[in-house]
């Protein structure tokens, strides 16, 4: 395919930047905290550490695992929290010592964390004590060795810390008891003095930096091998796209989005590590009313959502109050921007979203719109240095300009493989290296991308992948479902939603509310279906599978 969007570049942004294959997120920390030592690098819940404290906090946190827990490099250790300042330092210290972090959402249920736990086979967990209780439902049959708890305040001073961990657990009630006979305190975790760490001898850009779950067609999740190479290759490739709008050591972000998600891992918490930028972590960005207190306390540059996260603050009253003469690169990923909140929050801020395109096995921006963009067009943008991109039809053909194909991309930001799935990585590469995104695609003239479908069945709800299958399966373990089958709905606020087509038992008396009640102890919140529609029978093919399809195209006509 031409490289026809290379003639739009930003000015002074190369087409390609070399990359060094042995660097790996270790150096760019170690670098970072040395150049900015006195800067702050991460603020949460009213206080601000340092890179120099980042740094010898993480050191605390890897000498733990190697010296305390007897941990080796290679070792995957799970981090299953919120945004909080934990999670830098632990996320940090696992990497120093040569491990691979293997993100977690922390809305998993018992049966979700179970799969993922035992498919990376990880030893050990850092999780925050609310969602402990789901870790000890989900450890049977798991390689998992070791807990480390913490608590929402744990990095506070006193007496902040007693309070806010008082409150969360014996006030708001929100942590489930459970028992673990020998977890570790994050806090003790930190005892060490960071000259025990040792950093590996042979860590470099061809190991393995974390395992990115993400879904499939089969509804299991599965893990997207990211190396350090990859993370490295994708924060060099944003921070020159951005180059010209970003000053480093003077750049302060809002981080709304869950760092467990790719997007914010890279776009926030290591974009802005390599250039010494000032991360703001919002734990519970549902809240608007508190996150838009907090907007108000600083004057940030940058921050990165959603279009349902933007959405919810244009329509809140107290937006008119925050300051945005400071914003330069409001960024906005994970599913499709829609024109009304654009325009509406260019509008509210004078600012314009900049809209990109990514996944989890790509590290994960592949396109973005450039900085300077006027207005919104609707696009991902165009691909950035050294990212190659072609649409190709059914038979692996590219298609000519204009029409709509598979989006295929090559890069350095490309994960290495999914985890111990050989003939699945195979199945979704092409014979020259590109990997097959599912989702179909059109150029225009100017070298601009548009995502126009999905090729998969998969459905986007705020930002977040629900697969039929999976839902499917959870609603048909229900007693006297017959059979089920799920599709996405479209939804002002979330682009889509759950529903799901449900034919029960002859004479079983099932409501609406018993199914998703059913749902929610099975799958996390935003699986479980918006919508349940009764059928006396589904649609079928003639080998017997269920045509979601007709029940796609019969419910829009409706």
Known sequence: MEKIWLKHYPPGVPHTIDLDPRESLVDILERACEEFSDRPAYSNLGRTITFAELDNLSKRFASCLQVDLGLKPGDRVALMMPNLLQYPIALFGILRAGMVVVSVNPLYTSSELQHQLQDSEARAIVVLANSAATVARAMDNSSIEHVIVTEVGDML????????????????????????????????????????YTRPEKLTGADTACLQYTG?????????????????????????????????GREIALAPLPLYHVYALTCNLLVYIEIGGHNILITDPRNTKAFIAEMKKWRFTAMSGVNTLYQSLVDHPDLSEVDFSSLKLPSSGGMAVMEATACAWSKATGTELLEGYG????????CTNPPNIDGYNGSIGLPLPNTDISLRDDAGQEVPLGESGELCVRGPQVMKAYWNAPEVTAACMTTDGYFMTGDIAVMDAEGFFRIVDRKKDMILVSGLNVYPNEVENAVTLHPDVVEAACIGVPNKRSTEAVKVFVVIRPG?????????????ERLAAYKVPKHVEFRQELPKSNVGKILRRALREKDAAD
């Open 157 to 196: 001073g006193f007496p902040k810390r007693q309070l806010i961990n008082f409150v969360v657990r014996f006030i708001k009630r929100m942590v489930p008891s459970y028992r673990f006979p020998d977890a570790l305190r994050f806090l003790d975790a930190l005892k060490n003095p960071d000259s025990l």
């Open 216 to 248: 499939g067609t089969t509804g299991r999740s599965k893990g997207a091998t990211l190396s350090h190479s990859n993370l490295v290759a994708n924060v060099r490739q944003i921070n020159t796209w951005l180059g010209g709008y970003s000053e480093r």
């Open 359 to 366: 996944l989890s096995e790509t590290s994960p921006v592949v």
């Open 508 to 520: 079983a008396d099932v409501s609406e509310t018993d199914i998703q009640d059913f749902c929610r």
